[in-house]
C-alpha cells in the first residue's frame, strides 16, 4: 500500500491565500489558471525548497518528542543518511 502523499501548505503567490502547494509557490486553483492562460512562466520554479523544508521542520518534531533517527525518517519517507544530515544541520544551528 502506497503512503499518502504529504503536501506542503503555502501562502499563494498569486492570491495570497493559503493552499495545498502545487508547484511555483502557487495553491493547485491558480497553478492551473495560470498553466491554462500561458502564464505559468510569471512565476519561476522554486525547485525543492518547499518540500525539503517541509522535512527538516517536521524531523526536529520528531527528534524533540525523542523519536529515534531511523523511526523519524521512516516516518518522513526519507533514507537513513538523510536523516542523519538533518540532525547534523540542526546541531551546527544549535
Not at 11 to 30: A, D, V
Request: glycine share 8%; proline share 5%.
Amino acid at each position: 500500500m502506497r503512503k499518502p502523499k504529504a503536501y506542503v501548505e503555502v501562502s499563494c503567490l498569486c492570491c495570497g491565500e493559503l493552499g495545498p502547494h502545487n508547484g511555483r509557490g502557487l495553491r493547485k486553483t491558480c497553478y492551473l489558471r495560470h498553466f491554462h492562460a500561458g502564464t505559468l512562466d510569471d512565476f519561476p520554479p522554486l525547485g525543492q525548497t518547499l518540500t525539503c523544508l517541509w522535512r527538516r521542520e517536521n524531523y526536529a518534531e520528531l527528534r524533540e518528542r525523542n523519536i529515534p533517527l531511523r523511526e523519524a525518517a521512516e516516518r518522513l519517507g526519507v533514507h537513513q543518511r538523510t536523516a542523519e544530515r538533518y540532525e547534523a544541520r540542526l546541531k551546527a544551528a544549535a
